[in-house]
């Protein structure tokens, strides 16, 4: 569903998106399952957003995860961003959202918002012989290792310490995600208004 709102411009007064309105304060917003679609989306946005200006980009973050390829391609966007990115947890990042989460420059999260990395998944059912769920079976493995050497690179951990706290659905709350160097600071919501009003901090 897209929202809009009344924009007062020298000719008069416009219907925008709020998406639209946001985008012009140098504000995307990560919604929902992470998908190709989302992801060339999100890309696009930052590139022109990079093209634009070297300002800060703020990146609003509600998702329960999704693709793990997606969101990889989302997370070459995040680091290789001339322009800082502020990234913001309002809600849940779960997943590969808690990845794309900890790989920004500044990362808050709202009090009542909540982290949560695993394991990659593998979804829908298995068949094959013998040697393709070998196959399968390693390159989840890669996967793992893969993702697990990101989380370690953000967060300082050794890899060791994240294959642990990734053995099971770890759930971070933001003063347990600010212990595990997930996440730099917890904001209440007036701090989130500010940032996009492009009032100091």
């Known amino acids: 569903m897209s929202f809009t709102t009344l924009l007062k411009t020298n000719c008069g007064i416009s219907q925008v998106s709020l998406e639209t309105r946001f985008f012009d304060k140098r504000c995307i917003n990560i919604n929902g399952d992470i998908t190709d679609i989302l992801a060339l989306d999100f890309t696009d946005k930052i ?11 703020t990146i609003l973050i509600n998702s329960l995860g999704g693709e793990i390829n997606s969101g990889l391609l989302m997370y070459d966007a995040i680091v290789g961003s001339k322009a800082p990115i502020r990234m913001i947890c309002r809600g849940r990042a779960y997943s590969m959202g808690a ?5 920004a420059n500044e990362r808050y999260m709202l009090p009542n918002s909540e982290l949560m990395l ?6 829908g059912n298995v068949a094959g012989n013998a040697s393709s769920i070998k196959s399968i ?9 893969k993702l697990n050497g990101l989380l370690s690179k953000h967060t300082g951990k050794t890899e060791e310490e994240i294959d642990i706290a990734t053995s099971f659905d770890h759930y971070f ?7 595990f160097n997930l996440c730099d600071k917890v904001i209440d919501f007036a701090k989130i208004i500010d940032l996009i009003k492009e009032e100091e901090w």
């Open 47 to 57: 590139l022109e957003l990079n093209l634009e200006s070297d300002q800060p980009i």
């Open 118 to 123: 695993h394991q990659p998944i593998l979804g």
């Open 99 to 103: 990845i794309l989460f900890a790989c």
């Open 173 to 179: 709350l933001p003063d347990e995600a600010i212990g």
């Open 137 to 145: 079976s390693d390159s989840m493995l890669e996967t793992k290792r």
